[in-house]
């Protein structure tokens, strides 16, 4: 069956740019996470949703990074003022409902920031 | 808090030998460990997972791990080493109660010789 899906696979701004990264989850999940890899480190979490409602936004780094998941399947993560800094590999996962049910990792998006 | 240490970023093998990739965590919260293997431009993939029983957990790939409470440790092993093997692994452990989030360590990268 299809896996998580992420979409665009690169994406190359400016500065100062708003940018939108897209992840499908696998059907019928309903736990999705958003994690941020920077290069030669572990990816580090960002978001969680539990289908529509984003329970744990812990790990965001800043007001200018938001997500949403408006129907509880398609996530948006949405970063607003694009700093160098924001420059890393953005990892999507899903599960089907979270706790001890193993997290399915999507290609993730490579963001690069000039 | 939970923290994941990953004692080798770097392992290099001869192919057909063995391996160990080293493992330790921090929590004041019982938790699941996993392993995953990232191969280049790809997303995570689940090599095991340990949750509860047997302390010996095998994987895909002829993989096992051995969870070790009083040491808080739980490397990653496999006899005998393939080319295709070559790739970085990380481990990673979530809360049983609580946030759901996943949390990694810095990963080792591993590099099967000829």
């Known amino acids: 069956g299809a896996g998580v899906s992420q979409t665009p696979s690169n994406k190359v701004t400016e500065k100062g740019k708003y940018v939108e990264l897209r992840c499908d989850p696998i059907?019928?999940?309903?736990?999705l996470y958003w994690y941020r890899q920077s290069l030669g480190q572990g990816p580090e979490f960002l978001i969680y949703?539990?289908?529509?409602?984003?329970?744990?936004d812990s790990g965001l780094p800043n007001d200018r990074f938001f997500a949403v998941r408006p129907e509880g399947s398609v996530s948006t993560l949405k970063i607003q003022r694009t700093e160098r800094g924001d420059s890393a590999v953005y990892l999507c996962?899903?599960?089907?409902?979270?706790?001890?049910?193993?997290?399915?990792f999507g290609d993730g998006t490579r963001l690069s920031i000039l | 808090a939970q923290s994941v240490t990953q004692l080798d970023s770097q392992v290099p093998v001869f192919e057909e030998a063995p391996v160990e990739l080293r493992c330790n965590y921090s929590?004041?919260?019982?938790?699941?460990l996993f392993w995953y293997v990232q191969y280049p431009n790809q997303g995570l993939q689940l090599l095991l997972k340990?949750?509860?029983?047997?302390?010996l957990v095998k994987g895909i790939n002829g993989f096992e791990a051995e969870f070790n409470k009083s040491q808080t440790s739980f490397h990653l092993r496999k006899p005998s080493v393939h080319i295709s093997d070559t790739a970085e692994y990380f481990c990673?452990?979530?809360?049983?109660?609580?946030?759901?989030?996943?949390?990694f360590g810095q990963g080792t990268r591993l590099t099967i010789n000829p």
């Open positions: 996962a899903s599960s089907p409902q979270g706790g001890n049910q193993p997290q399915h």
């Open positions: 059907s019928g999940h309903t736990a």
């Open positions: 949703f539990q289908g529509t409602g984003a329970a744990d």
């Open positions: 929590s004041s919260v019982s938790v699941y």
């Open positions: 340990y949750l509860s029983g047997s302390t």
């Open positions: 990673a452990v979530v809360e049983i109660q609580g946030a759901q989030k996943l949390v």
